[in-house]
């Protein structure tokens, strides 16, 4: 095998490898078009606390430097993220968003299966967003688990946690927070909890995503934003 073939595979195996490892992938590795960034959030957005060893999980602490290395890298063009994540700890999940937001590269979302809870600003935080027919996305009020201190003080803090989500997420696409606010807090939908379930034509319909799409809607989407940026 001479050093070019050599070099071919060095580089599928680092590929799947860091698919396998990270749920990355850096497409059109042949600069024939632009190099797009792909990333994928799965399962639970895990935070400050580990959480159980048999889930699936997005961790942000791995995946900020990520972003932070696609904002700097001269190789990538754009990043298209994939998202089926049940939610998880909000802080973290805000702040993924907040870095995605503030990439100056072009960047699209995908909602594949659902975007609950705290991946709501994650799916709107991009400069364009699809959602598969099938896809869900789940609003409702900020959650705890575990003991809290039943205190002015604690309703107060989540409070204000509710109003930076609400805040972002009316800031990054067309739904208005009095709109939102109501569908956070819908009562009629959710047998044990308050909130709202809203399959893929109704998150369109609602102003929160752009369009319903697949995975060549979005390529092609965020080729189209490259093309754009580099005009």
Same mark, same amino acid.
């Given at each position: 095998?001479?050093?070019?073939?050599? &070099?071919?595979?060095?580089?599928?195996?680092?590929?799947?490898?860091?698919?396998?490892?990270? $749920?990355?992938?850096t497409?059109?590795?042949?600069?024939?078009?632009?190099?797009?960034?792909?990333?994928?959030?799965? $399962?639970?957005?895990? $935070?400050?606390?580990?959480?159980?060893?048999?889930s699936?999980?997005?961790?942000?602490?791995l995946?900020?430097?990520? #972003?932070?290395?696609?904002?700097?890298?001269?190789?990538?063009?754009? #990043?298209?993220? #994939?998202l089926?994540?049940?939610?998880?700890?909000?802080?973290?999940?805000?702040?993924?968003?907040?870095?995605?937001?503030?990439?100056?590269?072009?960047?699209?979302?995908?909602?594949? $299966?659902?975007?609950?809870?705290?991946?709501?600003?994650?799916?709107?935080?991009?400069?364009?967003? @699809?959602?598969?027919?099938?896809?869900?996305?789940? =609003?409702?009020?900020?959650?705890?688990?575990?003991?809290?201190?039943?205190?002015?003080?604690? @309703?107060?803090?989540?409070? &204000?946690?509710?109003?930076?989500?609400?805040?972002?997420?009316?800031?990054?696409?067309? =739904?208005?927070?009095?709109?939102?606010?109501?569908?956070?807090?819908?009562?009629?939908?959710?047998?044990?909890?308050?909130?709202?379930?809203?399959?893929?034509?109704?998150?369109?319909?609602?102003?929160?995503?752009?369009? =319903?799409?697949?995975?060549?809607?979005?390529?092609?989407?965020?080729?189209?934003?490259?093309?754009?940026?580099?005009r």
């Open positions: 095998m001479n050093t070019e073939q050599n &070099d071919v595979v060095e580089s599928k195996r680092y590929k799947d490898e860091k698919i396998e490892k990270e $749920g990355q992938v497409l059109d590795e042949n600069k024939s078009r632009h190099r797009i960034h792909l990333i994928t959030i799965i $399962g639970e957005i895990e $935070g400050h606390e580990n959480a159980g060893n048999q699936k999980v997005t961790k942000y602490e995946l900020l430097p990520q #972003l932070a290395s696609i904002e700097d890298s001269e190789d990538i063009d754009g #990043l298209l993220l #994939l089926n994540t049940m939610g998880g700890d909000v802080e973290a999940g805000l702040a993924i968003a907040e870095m995605v937001a503030s990439l100056s590269k072009p960047t699209v979302s995908l909602v594949l $299966g659902g975007s609950q809870s705290i991946g709501v600003p994650i799916a709107v935080s991009s400069d364009y967003s @699809f959602i598969v027919p099938s896809g869900t996305m789940v =609003i409702h009020p900020v959650r705890v688990n575990g003991m809290v201190i039943g205190a002015p003080q604690t @309703f107060s803090y989540f409070r &204000d946690v509710q109003d930076r989500i609400t805040s972002f997420v009316c800031s990054h696409c067309n =739904i208005t927070q009095n709109r939102f606010e109501e569908l956070m807090m819908e009562t009629q939908m959710l047998t044990k909890d308050v909130g709202t379930v809203l399959a893929g034509e109704e998150a369109v319909r609602e102003g929160i995503i752009n369009e =319903i799409g697949g995975i060549a809607q979005a390529i092609a989407k965020l080729h189209e934003l490259i093309d754009a940026a580099s």
